[in-house]
């Protein structure tokens, strides 16, 4: 079966310094990856995919992230953090159900704390 | 264009009601999702419609819970009874084509359940 680890509940980071938000994957064949965000009493916004091509994925509000197969890892990153980045993030993974269909899978979030 | 919308937005019930909640998918989406996080936990797969047939319900937890989607279009997920392990956030998502081919599921704001 497949999953997702993401190995810190809470990051911390002072506004202006880079960020990165952790995320390792098990799942078998090609490793179709998301991120996710939750602002503060908001839904789920999707900020970027993997699903083939070149290993950095750009995304929404200045995201970035390295696909690496070989540690299968999908850390979410930029380069500099502002506090309105506070928020929950989610690491996705396209694996099977019970039933056998593919739907997503997902990390329990890390806690994003951008320090003015 | 309209989002995932959801409906309400937070409900507090006593164990034993009932509760209905309700989402609309984006316009076109003939894929229509539904997830729950629980507190602390990951965010788990409960059931995917395409258009007015559910594909997968291998996520639901019991037969107290009970999704439909009417016409193709809105859907409905009813917990009856309710009982207190069902507290959590339950997302509605919807996508134009499927997480097999690596499509992006936009997700709404979700339905925030307190069963006291």
């Known amino acids: 079966a497949q999953s997702v680890a993401q190995p810190e509940d809470q990051v911390n980071v002072a506004e202006g310094n880079p960020l990165t938000v952790k995320c390792t994957y098990s799942?078998?064949?090609?490793?179709?990856l998301f991120w996710y965000v939750q602002y503060p009493n908001r839904g789920l916004q999707f900020l970027l995919k993997y699903i083939t091509g070149d290993n950095l994925v750009k995304g929404s509000y200045g995201f970035e992230a390295e696909f690496n197969k070989s540690q299968t890892s999908f850390h979410l990153k930029k380069p500099s953090a502002l506090v309105s980045d506070s928020a929950l993030y989610f690491c996705?993974?396209?694996?099977?159900?019970?039933?056998?269909?593919?739907?997503?899978?997902f990390g329990k979030g890390t806690k994003l704390s951008v320090i003015p | 264009e309209a989002g995932v919308t959801q409906f309400p937005s937070h409900s507090v019930i006593e164990k034993g009601q009932t509760v209905t909640l309700r989402c609309d998918p984006i316009?076109?989406?003939?894929?229509l999702y539904w997830y729950r996080r629980v507190m602390g936990k990951e965010i788990k797969f409960l059931l995917h419609f395409v258009k007015e047939s559910k594909q997968d319900e291998s996520g639901m937890p019991n037969n107290r819970f009970l999704a439909e989607r009417t016409g193709g279009t809105y859907s409905t997920l009813k917990v009856q009874p309710a009982e207190l392990e069902d507290s959590g956030v339950y997302f509605c998502?919807?996508?134009?084509?499927?997480?097999?081919?690596?499509?992006?599921?936009?997700f709404g704001e979700g339905s925030w359940l307190t069963v006291v």
């Open positions: 799942v078998s064949g090609n490793p179709y």
């Open positions: 316009s076109g989406h003939d894929n």
């Open positions: 998502a919807s996508s134009v084509g499927q997480v097999f081919s690596g499509n992006t599921i936009y």
């Open positions: 996705a993974v396209r694996g099977r159900s019970g039933a056998g269909s593919y739907q997503l899978t």
